[in-house]
């Protein structure tokens, strides 16, 4: 991006989710970051991060539930 542009502002469900993706254990945060962000095959998450594919689809498993829960609980106190 050029200097003299700025960034649009980010959404608050932007700023929601890189909230709740903080909250995860780093392992777990670096398998769905590398996975759902930089769209890497789950062979090559495996990989970058040294554990067997079952360890990173376990890791996408529990990230995938401790974000959905956060993301819930933020729609349920904003309700």
Do not use: F
């Not at 890189?18 to 890497?40: K, S």
């Amino acid at each position: 991006m050029p200097r003299d542009e700025v960034a649009p502002p980010l959404s608050p469900d932007h700023i929601a989710l890189v909230a709740a993706l903080q909250t995860l254990p780093r392992a777990v945060r670096e398998a769905v970051v590398l996975h759902y962000i930089a769209d890497q095959p789950v062979a090559e998450v495996a990989a970058a991060l040294g554990c067997s594919v079952e360890a990173v689809k376990t890791r996408l498993l529990r990230g995938r539930r401790a974000l959905a829960a956060a993301l819930t609980d933020r729609e349920a106190t904003r309700a």
